[in-house]
């Protein structure tokens, strides 16, 4: 299994909910990324697991909390979000060192209405 | 910190044309370099890299790269492009040691293949 998976594919939510979008991996990776993407941008990074450690971008709002329930997991809950929010969000995998490009999954497409 | 400059927003080729995207990075060590290729809606697909051993790296698709420390560059190629081949591309530089180690992206080339 060489891939990274996300679930949902699309995910419409409103100002006031709660949701979650789930990023899984089988490669063995030990670092798993969020990353956002607003359209014709390049990714911008939101959050870092590597190695059962978080590394916080503090210009991230804590709207979006990253969890990592295991090694094979990253999740990324959403609450109280803005329209701006909407983006396609991208996860990630890699090895954990210099050497290795990231594995990418094929997204979440979020509407934030 | 790290960058990466993509000059070429937006590039157009005829169908077997050759192609030449352009990419310039700022980094003051040894820089691990990366090409992806992003279609419409999609996830970044990995098309090559270089990290240290011969300047001329092949990839999937038929791509290669040439780094050149000179002039702080990483251009991507392909001697015949294809239909298929029109996505936008991303030139992106890593740096930083263990759980600091990230990607930096440039802001991307939109390929558009004529036929």
């Known amino acids: 299994d060489t891939e990274v998976t996300q679930t949902p594919k699309h995910l419409v939510m409103g100002m006031t909910n709660k949701k979650s979008l789930k990023c899984e991996q089988h490669m063995g990776h030990r670092a798993m990324y969020w990353y956002k993407q607003k359209a014709k941008k390049p990714p911008e990074l939101m959050f870092v697991y590597s190695y059962e450690k978080l590394s916080i971008n503090e210009s991230v709002p804590s709207r979006f909390s990253p969890e990592c329930p295991n090694s094979s997991l990253l999740n990324l809950h959403l609450h109280a979000l803005q329209p701006e929010d909407s983006a396609l969000y991208l996860c990630a995998s890699s090895r954990g060192g210099q050497f290795y490009g990231y594995t990418f999954g094929s997204g979440t497409r979020l509407t934030v209405v | ?115």
């Open chain 2, 1 to 115: 910190a790290q960058s990466v400059t993509q000059p070429d927003i937006h590039i157009t080729v005829s169908e077997g044309a050759s192609l030449e995207l352009r990419c310039n990075y700022s980094y003051g060590a040894t820089p691990y370099l990366f090409w992806y290729v992003q279609s419409p809606g999609q996830g970044l697909q990995l098309l090559l890299k270089y990290f240290s051993g011969d300047t001329l790296v092949q990839g999937i698709k038929g791509f290669e790269a040439e780094f050149k420390r000179s002039q702080s560059s990483f251009n991507l190629r392909k001697p015949s492009v294809h239909w298929s081949d029109a996505a936008e591309y991303f030139c992106a530089v890593g740096a930083g040691g263990g759980s600091n180690y990230k990607l930096t992206f440039g802001k991307g080339t939109l390929l558009t293949v004529n036929p």
